[in-house]
T-cell receptor
Framework: DAGVIQSPRHEVTEMGQEVTLRCKPI?????LFWYRQTMMRGLELLIY????????DSGMPEDRFSAKMPNASFSTLKIQPSEPRDSAVYFC?????????????FGPGTRLTVT | TQLLEQSPQFLSIQEGENLTVYCNSS?????LQWYRQEPGEGPVLLVT?????EVKKLKRLTFQFGDARKDSSLHITAAQPGDTGLYLC???????????FGKGNQVVVIP
């Protein structure tokens, strides 16, 4: 099993630019989670999907952030326009079940730097 | 406001020593998980505890869930350099299948 795949691994962009992060969950997993990790705030849940449907997006910081899951094997997190305070490591995770007690498998993350 | 407070934030010990790190909250959790994260990688699940007072062992790692299900501890016996990493606790607090993570305990084991 290839595990959760994220791309790109590193992204450096200028303030105001659009950024798209990509995630391929583990085959057969029906829940997908997007997290953001910073030194100040730790690991925060942004949004999660179950069976490709967004269930809870209350962690999305503002309208500049959007996420889609067009099919069971692909999801994107978009930031438009990006700001320096968006700099963080963004993780995608997937799990077999809907309940949080199921094990979540994390990808390697995308390190985003907005200058 | 951090729902889960982890202490100490940073701990450096010599190989062979024992250590304990803590995860505390004023809230009750239906379950609590511990993850380990290494540099440049995502967190990896170590254990899930669900019953108050539960103790689980994973080789040299011992996890305990508090009786009131508000806190947890991780004890490492005879630490090895391979135990170095960021240990994250995560609780199912919201009851709607969302995990709340602590900021982590950074552990460094010196050979």
């Amino acid at each position: 099993d290839a595990g959760v795949i994220q791309s790109p691994r590193h992204e450096v962009t200028e303030m105001g630019q659009e950024v798209t992060l990509r995630c391929k969950p583990i085959s057969g997993h029906n829940s997908l989670f997007w997290y953001r990790q910073t030194m100040m705030r730790g690991l925060e849940l942004l949004i999660y999907f179950n069976n490709n449907v967004p269930i809870d997006d209350s962690g999305m910081p503002e309208d500049r952030f959007s996420a889609k899951m067009p099919n069971a094997s692909f999801s994107t997190l978009k930031i438009q326009p990006s700001e320096p305070r968006d700099s963080a490591v963004y993780f995608c995770a997937s799990s077999k079940g809907h309940a949080s007690s199921y094990e979540q498998y994390f990808g390697p993350g995308t390190r985003l730097t907005v200058t | 406001t951090q729902l889960l407070e982890q202490s100490p934030q940073f701990l450096s010990i010599q190989e062979g020593e024992n250590l304990t790190v803590y995860c505390n909250s004023s809230s009750v959790f239906s379950s609590l998980q511990w993850y380990r994260q290494e540099p440049g990688e995502g967190p990896v699940l170590l254990v899930t505890v669900v019953t108050g007072g539960e103790v689980k062992k994973l080789k040299r790692l011992t996890f305990q869930f508090g009786d009131a299900r508000k806190d947890s501890s991780l004890h490492i016996t005879a630490a090895q350099p391979g135990d170095t990493g960021l240990y994250l606790c995560a609780g199912d607090y919201y009851g709607n299948n969302r995990l709340a993570f602590g900021k982590g305990n950074q552990v460094v084991v010196i050979p």
